[in-house]
Nanobody, 119 residues
Framework: QVQLVESGGGLVQAGGSLRLSCAAS????????MGWYRQAPGKQRELVAV???????NYADSVKGRFTISRDNAKNTVYLQMNSLKPEDTAVYYC?????????????WGQGTQVTVSS
């Protein structure tokens, strides 16, 4: 199993920046991709950004040009740099690891970190 620990959330004014970090431990060799999801009150959890082992990335349209996902493989850590934050970015942000083995595929999740953007 993979354990994920997020950090870096908080309160910021609109237009500001935050950087989220997610450190993975455990069976990290089975991680195929890592990403960030978010869930706002009353809404479904949605993909924010993902980075695969080969380095390719995908972003939600709502964050393109403002957020950047990156990964430090030596530290088993993924980052989400969030710039030009908007009130609609307010949500709990969850780190995700996509686990792929010969026997199964599954998603592991962090505990979530709150991001609040004030107007």
């Amino acid at each position: 199993q993979v354990q994920l620990v997020e950090s870096g959330g908080g309160l910021v004014q609109a237009g500001g920046s935050l950087r989220l970090s997610c450190a993975a431990s455990g069976k990290t060799s089975s991680i195929n991709a890592m990403g960030w999801y978010r869930q706002a009150p009353g809404k479904q959890r949605e993909l924010v950004a993902v980075i695969r082992n080969g380095g390719s990335t995908n972003y939600a349209d709502s964050v393109k040009g403002r957020f950047t996902i990156s990964r430090d493989n030596a530290k088993n850590t993924v980052y989400l740099q969030m710039n030009s934050l908007k009130p609609e970015d307010t949500a709990v942000y969850y780190c995700n690891a996509r686990i792929v083995t010969f026997l199964y595929e599954r998603d592991d999740w962090g505990q979530g970190t709150q991001v609040t953007v004030s107007s």
